[in-house]
C-alpha cells in the first residue's frame, strides 16, 4: 500500500501524522509512506528528512515552491507505486486509524472515500465548503455526501484510468471522484471522525484559495 500525505507548513503535526498512519498500517507488510512537501518555508522538509533516514518507508517528494493542494495530491499519486493508494491531510484533523475500517471494507470496492461526521472546522472554512460542494454538485450532477474529505482509499488501477490530474487547488477532489464515477468505478462511502486543529494554520479559508477552487469548477467542466 502507498500512503501519501500533502504537507505544507506542518512542522507541528508532520511526526505525530506519520506516527499515527505508519502504527495504524503496522500489519500491513508492504508498505511505503511519501510526504509531499508542497514548498514548506518551516521545517517540515527537515523532519521528515530526519524521520526518512530511520525507517526506509518514508520518502519525502519536495514541490520548490508551493503550487497548491490539488498540485500536491497530484505529485503524491504519481509517486505511488502499490496495488491501492491511500491519502489523508496530514494537519492532525483525523483519527489515523480509522484506516483499518476503508480497507477493511475495500474488498468489493475500488474506491473508499470518507466522508465527516461533524466537522470540526471554523465557521467560514465550513460555508465556504458548502457552497462550493453544492456548486460542483450542481454542475457536475455529482452527488457523494463530502467531496472533499481528505482521506480516500482506492486501487492503483483507478489513478491510472482517471490520469492525469489537472486541479491546483480545492476542487481536485472532485476532479478525481467524478473521473472515477464516468469510468464506472465502484465508490463507497464511509463515515470518518473529524477533529479540531491544534496546531498550524489552515489555508483553506483564504480569498485566493477559494478564488482558484471556483475557477477550477469552470475549468473542469470546459475540459471534460
Same mark, same amino acid.
Given at each position: 500500500? !502507498? ?5 505544507? $507548513?506542518?512542522?507541528? &503535526?508532520? %511526526? ?31 523532519? /521528515? ?6 525507517? %526506509? ?8 515552491? $508551493? ?16 496495488? @491501492?493508494?491511500?491519502? =489523508?491531510? !496530514?494537519?492532525?484533523?483525523? &483519527? ?19 466522508? +465527516? *461526521? ?18 460542483? #454538485?450542481?454542475?457536475?450532477?455529482? @452527488? ?5 474529505? =481528505?482521506? #480516500?482509499?482506492? +486501487?492503483?488501477?483507478?489513478?491510472? $484510468? ?5 486541479? #491546483?487547488? =480545492? ?16 465508490? *463507497?462511502?464511509?463515515?470518518? %471522525?473529524?477533529?479540531? +486543529? #491544534? ?6 479559508? $483564504?480569498?485566493? /484559495?477559494?478564488?482558484?477552487?471556483? %475557477?477550477?469548477?469552470?475549468?473542469? +467542466?470546459?475540459?471534460?
Amino acid at each position: 500500500m !502507498s500512503i501519501f500525505l500533502p504537507a505544507y $507548513n506542518e512542522a507541528d &503535526n508532520i %511526526k505525530k501524522s506519520i506516527g499515527a498512519l505508519l502504527g495504524s498500517v503496522s500489519g500491513i507488510g508492504d508498505v511505503e509512506l511519501i510526504v509531499v512537501d508542497d514548498g514548506s518555508s518551516d521545517q517540515t522538509p527537515e523532519i /521528515v528528512r530526519q524521520l526518512a533516514s530511520a525507517d %526506509k518507508r518514508i520518502r519525502l517528494v519536495r514541490h520548490r515552491k $508551493n503550487i497548491g493542494y490539488g498540485g500536491a495530491i497530484a505529485t503524491g499519486l504519481r509517486a505511488s507505486k502499490k496495488d @491501492w493508494i491511500f491519502f =489523508a491531510d !496530514s494537519d492532525g484533523q483525523f &483519527n489515523y486509524r480509522q484506516i483499518t475500517k476503508f480497507i477493511n471494507s475495500s474488498k468489493d470496492y475500488d474506491m473508499v472515500i470518507g466522508y +465527516r *461526521l461533524k466537522r470540526a472546522d471554523p465557521t467560514l472554512r465550513i460555508i465556504n465548503s458548502k457552497i462550493f460542494n453544492l456548486a460542483v #454538485k450542481i454542475i457536475y450532477r455529482f @452527488w457523494v455526501k463530502d467531496v472533499n474529505c =481528505a482521506f #480516500k482509499l482506492m +486501487r492503483y488501477e483507478v489513478y491510472q $484510468n482517471i490520469k492525469p490530474i489537472g486541479s #491546483k487547488g =480545492a476542487l481536485v477532489s472532485a476532479e478525481i471522484l467524478i473521473k472515477a464515477k464516468r469510468k464506472k468505478y465502484r465508490i *463507497l462511502e464511509l463515515p470518518v %471522525k473529524h477533529l479540531p +486543529r #491544534k496546531k498550524g494554520v489552515q489555508t483553506g479559508a $483564504n480569498f485566493g /484559495v477559494i478564488f482558484r477552487s471556483f %475557477k477550477e469548477i469552470i475549468g473542469l +467542466r470546459n475540459n471534460l
